[in-house]
Every structure is written in C-alpha cells, then in structure tokens.
C-alpha cells in the first residue's frame, strides 16, 4: 500500500484548507483509513477515521470542524479532509493512515500551520 498526502500550507485563524489523501495498491481488506496529527513536542493523536464497520470518528478537539469524506476509484482510495474555522492549535504535521488486515501504513505527513 502506498500512501499520498496533499493539501497542507500556511493559514490564518478562522481559515480552512483540504487535505487529501490518495492510498493505491494492494487495499483488500482495508479496516479504515483515518487522519493524525502531530504538534512540535507532543505526541501523534487521531483526528479522524472512518472504519469500514464503526464508521466515522472524530476527536473532541476537531469535531464540527473537520470533515472526512472517502472516495473509492479502481484502483485507489482517497480520504479527504475539510478543515475549518482553524486555530492555532491545529497547527501540527498531518499523517494519513490506512489499516489493511491489521497492519498499519503511514503516509509522509504534510504541514498545517494556523497563525494567529
């Protein structure tokens, strides 16, 4: 499984950006594909899945802010993130993962970064 991360850049407070990410290769028995992030000094935290069972999830921090949607092609997945009205906070490397049987694939991460 490959994995690509795009979107990222340089915002200000209250702005939005769309993060994607596209995974290819061998996806059967794909178990979720989610977002994390990782601020400068602290540890790497889930933003938002979505399962193929449990469906969608989303932290506390994030939620009625950030939105994923999934698109499903032949030959790839893509997990799309809306993120809006953002803070500070939120500035972090964004990490695209994808679970396929148990095993975990984590994409080069991409660089939010709110100004106040």
């Known amino acids: 499984v490959q994995l690509q991360a795009s979107g990222g850049g340089l915002v200000q407070a209250g702005g939005s950006l769309r993060l994607s990410c596209v995974a290819s290769?061998?996806?059967?028995?794909?178990?979720?594909m989610a977002w994390y992030r990782q601020a400068p000094g602290k540890e790497r935290e889930l933003v938002a899945r979505?399962?193929?069972?449990?469906?969608?999830?989303?932290s506390d921090s994030v939620k009625g802010r950030f939105t994923v949607s999934s698109v499903s092609a032949q030959n790839s997945l893509s997990l799309h993130m809306q993120v809006n009205s953002l803070r500070p906070e939120d500035t972090a490397v964004y990490y695209c993962n994808v679970n396929v049987f148990d095993f975990d694939t984590w994409g080069q991460g991409t660089l939010v970064t709110v100004s106040s």
């Open positions: 979505v399962h193929v069972v449990r469906g969608t999830f989303y």
């Open positions: 290769g061998s996806l059967q028995g794909i178990e979720y």
